[in-house]
C-alpha cells in the first residue's frame, strides 16, 4: 500500500547539532524537488554520509508538510489499468474530476487535489513541469477534451510518485494552488540492469474496455564517466462499447429520442525515452535527456453531446484526436564543498495536438463538421531553472538557504479553433479577428529559509517573486512551521499565497465561441464567449493545520482552507452587442472558498500485516458570488488497505475506497437553479479490490487480481445540465452522473528484472 500519511520537516528529538546539519544538508538535497522544480530520483538522491547519520532525498521528502508517496512497489503490486491517476486518487486530498462542473468531457477525469481543480494541479516528471494538457482547446466552462498529463511515462519506468498538498505546494508557481504531482523515474546505477514488463486487464463486462501492454528499460554505465537509460513502452486500452450508457441516459425528446452519452474513450499509447548521464569531474554531473511519446484515442462517440450525429458515427473506432509529445533537457548538478548544492536545467516541451475539427458553435460545439478534416494545435515551452542550497551553522539555529530563479517562455499556435472558419453558416462574424497565436513568459526568482531551533522546532519562511509578461509582477510568500511538543508528537502549520495566470485561451481577445443562446448567461439569445487581456490573476490564501502521531501507530489529522481570489470563469456581464449578439468575457469571480480535512492512519497488526487507511472530507467548495460548486467531487474519500506479507515470497494486498454523496451543480448555463434531473445527486459507493503478488524467482515475479471485486457499476446519464428545456428538443441534465466507473476486470502483470 502507497506510503499516505502526511508527515513533516522536523528533527529527532534525541538528535545532536550533528544530527541536526545532516537532516539541514539532506534537506539541500531534497527541497529543490518539493521546493522549486528541482530533480528529484531515487539514484539522484545521493546518499550522503555526515560522521554516523545517513540522510537520504526520498527519506527528507516523506517528512514534507502534506507529502505522499507512491512507490514502485505499490505500482507494481497495485498497477493501474491504463493512467497513473488510477493510483493517485488513492492519496489524501486526490479526486478525479472532469475539468469543469458542466460534465462535458465527463470521463476525460483528472487530478483534483483539495477541490481546486484539475487546473491547479501542476504535474511534474522529474521535477520539470508537464503542461501538454494546455496544447487541448478551452470551452465555455473550463472543459478540455484530455485525459491530462499523468499518463506520459510508463507505470513500469516510475521510481515513485510524490504528491505534494497545501501551502508548501505554493512554492512552485504557476498552477500550483491545488498541489504538486511528481512523477519520478528510474536512473541508471553502477551496474548494467534491465527490466521488462507485461500487463493484461480483462474485463467481466464485454462492454468495457480491456487493456494490454508492454515494456522495457535498460540502464548502466557506458564507462567510468558516462551512464545511460532507455525505455520504452506500448499501450491499447480499448474505448468502452459504443452504446454502454443506452439504457440510463438522462430523458430526452423530439430528435434527441434514442440518443445517449458517450462512454470512455480508448487509448493507444507509445513511449520512448532515453538519458545520458556525465560524470563532468567529482561532484559535478550532467545528464541529457531526450523523450518522445505518442497518445492516440480510440473514439467511442459524442463526449460533449450526443451519439446521434452522422458525423459521429462515421468515427466510432477511429482515432480522432492525437498528440506527439517531445522532450529535450539538459541538467546539471554540482557539489561544492561539504555545505552547498547546486541545481540547474534548460528543458524543452513540444507538443503537436492534431485533431479532427469540430464545430465551436451551439449545437454543433463538440460536433465533428462535414469534411472538416484535421487541425493542429501546438505548444511549445522552454524552462530554464538554476538554484543554490547552502548550509549554515549558526549559534542557536541551523539554516538551509535555497535561491533561485527560473524563466518559462510559452508559445500556442491553433490552427484549429477559428470560430467562422469552423461554422460559416451558423456564426456571424467574430466580434474580434481570430488570432490562433498566444505566448507568454514568467520570469522568477525564490528563496527559502529552513530553520532548524534546537531539536524540536522548524520554520520555513519562503518568498517568491514571478513576473508575467501581460499580468505583472505577484508575491508568493509562504510560513510553514513544525514543532515536536512532546515524544512522538508534532504540531504543524502553514500558509502561503499562491496563483495561477490565465491560460493562453482566456487572455486571448482573438479567441471567441458562440452559442445561439443555450450555453449564454441571463438566457438573453445568441452571444458569444471572447477571450479578455485584462484579466488579473488568480490568487489563495492557503492554510492548514495538523498534528501527527508517530508511535505505535502512525496517525495525522489536518484542517485546510484555502480562500480563492479572482478565479477566471466565463463572465457574466454583457461587455458589447456583435450583430444582435451578447458579448460575454473570461472574467475573475471575487471570492470562492474550498476548505475540509484529512487524516491518515496506519498500524502494524502482526509483524507481517498492515493496515493502513486515510480520509479526506470536504466542508465546503464553492464559488462565493454565485454559491455553485467549483468541483464535484465526493463529500468524503476514505481509503482502507490491509497488506500481508504472507511469506518471504507471497503477498496480498485488499483495498477498498469509500465515495461520499456527490452533489451537482447548482446553476444551468443560464444561472437559474437545476430543476429535475439535472438536481440529481450521485449516492455514495464503494470500490474493493485484491492482488497478490508472487516472487517466482529473485528476477521474475507474478502479480494477479481483481479491481472492483463487487462489480459496483456507473453509467453516465449526460452533462450536468440540460439543454433546449422548454422546447420539443429537450435533452434534461444527468446531475452528478456524468462519468463512467467500469465494472469487475481481472488483471494479470509480470515483471522480469535482469
Not at 135 to 154: I, K, L, Q
Not at 564 to 578: F, L, M, P, S, T
Not at 721 to 738: D, K, M, R, Y
Request: one cysteine or more; glycine letters at 12%; aromatic letters at 10%.
Amino acid at each position: 500500500m502507497a506510503s499516505n500519511t502526511p508527515v513533516h520537516f522536523s528533527c529527532p528529538q534525541s538528535g545532536s547539532r550533528r544530527n541536526t546539519l545532516a537532516i539541514s544538508l539532506g534537506l539541500a538535497l531534497a527541497l529543490p524537488a518539493l521546493a522549486a522544480h528541482a530533480q528529484s530520483t531515487a539514484a539522484d538522491d545521493p546518499i550522503t554520509d555526515f560522521g554516523t547519520v545517513r540522510v537520504t532525498a526520498e527519506a527528507i521528502a516523506r517528512q514534507a508538510l502534506g507529502t505522499s508517496i507512491i512507490t514502485a512497489e505499490d505500482i507494481e503490486r497495485q498497477p493501474p489499468r491504463n493512467d497513473l491517476s488510477e493510483l493517485l486518487r488513492t492519496m489524501p486530498g486526490i479526486n478525479l474530476t472532469g475539468n469543469s462542473t458542466s460534465g462535458q468531457r465527463g470521463n476525460h477525469r483528472q487530478i483534483d487535489i483539495r477541490g481546486m481543480g484539475p487546473e491547479n494541479t501542476l504535474i511534474l516528471v522529474d521535477g520539470k513541469p508537464v503542461g501538454s494538457r494546455n496544447s487541448v482547446r478551452f470551452g465555455w466552462r473550463g472543459e478540455r477534451d484530455t485525459r491530462g498529463d499523468t499518463n506520459w511515462v510508463p507505470a513500469s519506468q516510475v521510481e515513485r510518485v510524490e504528491v505534494l498538498r497545501g501551502p508548501a505546494a505554493a512554492r512552485y508557481g504557476n498552477g500550483a494552488a491545488g498541489g504538486v504531482v511528481n512523477i519520478v523515474t528510474r536512473h541508471p546505477g553502477e551496474e548494467f540492469a534491465g527490466n521488462a514488463s507485461m500487463y493484461f486487464n480483462q474485463p467481466h463486462h464485454g462492454v468495457d474496455g480491456d487493456t494490454r501492454r508492454a515494456g522495457f528499460g535498460l540502464s548502466g554505465p557506458l564507462n567510468d564517466r558516462w551512464a545511460f537509460r532507455l525505455y520504452g513502452s506500448a499501450n491499447r486500452t480499448d474505448g468502452d462499447d459504443y452504446a454502454i450508457n443506452r439504457d440510463y441516459a438522462s430523458e430526452r425528446t423530439g430528435a434527441n429520442t434514442g440518443s445517449f452519452p458517450a462512454g470512455r474513450e480508448g487509448v493507444r499509447n507509445r513511449d520512448l525515452n532515453g538519458l545520458l548521464a556525465w560524470d563532468l569531474a567529482p561532484g559535478h554531473r550532467i545528464d541529457f535527456g531526450a523523450g518522445y511519446s505518442r497518445q492516440g484515442n480510440i473514439y467511442v462517440g459524442d463526449s460533449q453531446n450526443t451519439n446521434s450525429n452522422p458525423e459521429v458515427l462515421a468515427q466510432i473506432g477511429k482515432e480522432t484526436n492525437r498528440s506527439y509529445r517531445r522532450s529535450f533537457d539538459i541538467t546539471h548538478r554540482g557539489e561544492y564543498g561539504d555545505s552547498t548544492r547546486s541545481l540547474s536545467y534548460v528543458a524543452l516541451e513540444d507538443t503537436r495536438n492534431i485533431r479532427l475539427l469540430e464545430g465551436l458553435a451551439g449545437g454543433t460545439e463538440g460536433i465533428f463538421l462535414i469534411d472538416g478534416g484535421f487541425g493542429d494545435i501546438d505548444l511549445r515551452t522552454l524552462t530554464a531553472h538554476a538554484e543554490l542550497n547552502h548550509t549554515i551553522i549558526g549559534a542557536g539555529a541551523d539554516h538551509v538557504l535555497t535561491f533561485g530563479v527560473e524563466w518559462v517562455d510559452s508559445k500556442l499556435e491553433d490552427n484549429a479553433s477559428a470560430l467562422n472558419e469552423r461554422n460559416p453558416q451558423r456564426v456571424p462574424p467574430s466580434p474580434f479577428p481570430w488570432e490562433g497565436t498566444a505566448q507568454a513568459r514568467i520570469a522568477s526568482a525564490f528563496v527559502e529559509d529552513n530553520i532548524y531551533l534546537g531539536d524540536a522546532f522548524t520554520l520555513t519562511p519562503g518568498l517568491r517573486f514571478d513576473h508575467h509578461d501581460a499580468y505583472g509582477g505577484n508575491w508568493s510568500p509562504s510560513l510553514n512551521a513544525s514543532w515536536m511538543f512532546a515524544p512522538d508528537w508534532s504540531l504543524r502549520a502553514g500558509i502561503a499565497r499562491a496563483y495561477k495566470a490565465p491560460n493562453l485561451y482566456q487572455g486571448n481577445p482573438g479567441y471567441a465561441l458562440y452559442s445561439n443562446g443555450i450555453g449564454c448567461w441571463g438566457g438573453g439569445g445568441a452571444c458569444f464567449l471572447v477571450g479578455n487581456d485584462n484579466l488579473d490573476v488568480e490568487t489563495s490564501i492557503n492554510k492548514e493545520l495538523g498534528v501527527q502521531y508517530d508511535g505505535a501507530v502512525q496517525a495525522t489529522l489536518t484542517w485546510f482552507r484555502n480562500d480563492y481570489r479572482n478565479k477566471v470563469e466565463a463572465g457574466h456581464a454583457i461587455v458589447a452587442e456583435h450583430m444582435g449578439a451578447d458579448v460575454f468575457q473570461w472574467d475573475n469571480v471575487p471570492r470562492a472558498v474550498v476548505e475540509g480535512f484529512e487524516g491518515s492512519l496506519a498500524l502494524a497488526l502482526t509483524d507481517r500485516l498492515q493496515w493502513r487507511t486515510n480520509l479526506t472530507w470536504m466542508l465546503r467548495s464553492e464559488n462565493r458570488t454565485t454559491g455553485d460548486y467549483l468541483s464535484v467531487i465526493p463529500e468524503y474519500t476514505a481509503n482502507v488497505a490491509l497488506d500481508w506479507q504472507a511469506t518471504d515470497r507471497f503477498s496480498l494486498l485488499a483495498r477498498t475506497t469509500f465515495f461520499g454523496e456527490q452533489k451537482p451543480q447548482k446553476l444551468d448555463y443560464h444561472g437559474d437553479p437545476v430543476t429535475g434531473s439535472a438536481a440529481d445527486r450521485m449516492p455514495a459507493y464503494a470500490l474493493a479490490g485484491v492482488s497478490g503478488r508472487y516472487q517466482l524467482s529473485d528476477t521474475v515475479s507474478l502479480v494477479a487480481g481483481i479491481d472492483n471485486l463487487f462489480d459496483k457499476r456507473i453509467f453516465r446519464r449526460g452533462n450536468a445540465s440540460g439543454v433546449n428545456l422548454g422546447t420539443p428538443n429537450e435533452i434534461h441534465g444527468a446531475g452528478a452522473w456524468t462519468y463512467n466507473e467500469p465494472g469487475r476486470s481481472y488483471f494479470v502483470s509480470m515483471n522480469v528484472d535482469f
